[in-house]
């Protein structure tokens, strides 16, 4: 029974990995600021006494080491896995003190306090985002890394902040660099986005861009999957991994389809006229995760039906929620 610590663990897929590790028989310690994140994500960990929770900002260094003082008079993690960070990157575009603070100050003091607890093991979430933008191929691990969002940077700045420490007190770090990943508890992204314009106006569903956005999507089960089979399987020191579907993605104008055919079938969709939804978005990409599948993981869905998949999930969700509300 090994100890994990998940920074950002109350968010969706903190909250999916938390249970994921409770469900092998490991314990969990959760450190949140629940800016995004929400208490009800894994209220019914703790309620089996496996997962301990903390309200702390973690890019606070006077909160963060509070917080791991407490920590160590219970109990000795084993590793951490590092998800906390600013996931709304239009914003951390507007304000670059947004990625700084939570992307980039998290990764630091995280770091901090595993080499003052004698922690060795980390488990960072990273992003496509790192590579920034290029049509021509897809992305693999080797490729330069340009990216065109603070959001990127920041994690590529805590990337080499990571890679610097396995050369002092970290005897393995492990990079996964996500794509675009769906499900539920959705706090962000394009599925959640969709639904709730068309609980608003169920007359039409306003897309940020033309539609002709092509990204890769995983769902989150099969992302935790990979995250789990890369730490348990990966020889290396410092390994970086892409993660992802095999195929080339998804369309945004199908996405809104699919939103829109599940929720609101009349409702009539409106494209932007950018070519991307925001500013330090990378309209097209796709990835290569020949690395991962050498290691010997593959996905079972494709782009399209991770979108499907949680397209049902989130609509009900959403709708049992408007219900109350
Ligand atoms: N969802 C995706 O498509 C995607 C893609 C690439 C990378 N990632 C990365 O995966 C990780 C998890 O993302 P997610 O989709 O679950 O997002 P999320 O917003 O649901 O989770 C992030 C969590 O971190 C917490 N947090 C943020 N700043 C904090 C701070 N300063 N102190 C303490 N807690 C803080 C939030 O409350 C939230 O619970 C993030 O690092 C994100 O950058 C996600």
């Not at 947004?98 to 060795?120: C, E, G, I, W």
């Not at 314009?197 to 956005?213: A, E, I, T, W, Y």
């Not at 993660?243 to 494209?271: Q, Y």
Request: some cysteine; proline content about 4%.
């Amino acid at each position: 029974m090994r100890t994990h610590v998940l920074t950002g663990g109350a968010g969706f897929i903190g909250a999916n990995l938390a249970r994921t590790l409770i469900d092998r028989g490991d314990t969990v310690i959760v450190l949140d600021n629940l800016c995004r994140g929400r208490r009800e994500h894994i209220e019914d960990l703790g309620a089996q006494g496996r997962a301990t929770f903390y309200h702390v900002n973690v890019d606070n260094e006077t909160e963060n080491s509070a917080a791991w003082q407490q920590i160590a008079k219970v109990s000795r993690p084993d590793e951490v896995w590092h998800l906390a960070a600013n996931s709304d990157i239009p914003a951390g575009v507007n304000d670059p003190a947004v990625d700084l603070r939570d992307t980039f100050m998290t990764t630091f003091n995280t770091l901090q306090m595993m080499k003052h607890h004698d922690v060795k093991v980390l488990r960072f979430a990273s992003t496509s985002a790192v590579y920034g933008e290029r049509v021509a191929a897809a992305f693999s691990e080797r490729d330069a890394t340009i990216p065109i969002s603070n959001y990127g940077a920041m994690k590529l700045a805590s990337e080499a902040m990571i890679r610097a420490a396995t050369e002092s007190f970290l005897e393995r770090a492990d990079i996964f660099r996500f794509p675009n990943v769906v499900g539920l508890p959705a706090t962000h992204g394009v599925i959640l986005d969709f639904v709730r314009k068309l609980h608003f106006d169920p007359s039409r569903l306003d897309v940020l861009g033309n539609g002709k956005q092509r990204k890769p999507y995983l769902h989150v089960s099969e992302l935790v999957g990979a995250m789990m089979f890369i730490a348990a399987n990966s020889p290396e020191k410092f390994g970086v991994y892409n993660i992802g579907p095999e195929d080339e993605g998804v369309l945004v104008s199908s996405i809104a389809e699919i939103v829109r055919d599940t929720v609101e079938p009349k409702a009539s969709i409106v494209f932007g006229k950018e070519d991307r939804g925001w500013i330090g978005d990378v309209p097209q990409f796709s990835y290569s995760i020949t690395k991962l599948a050498e290691l010997g993981w593959h996905p079972q869905y494709g782009s399209e039906a991770a979108i499907r998949r949680a397209t049902t999930e989130i609509s009900a969700r959403e709708a049992e929620l408007n219900g109350k509300r």
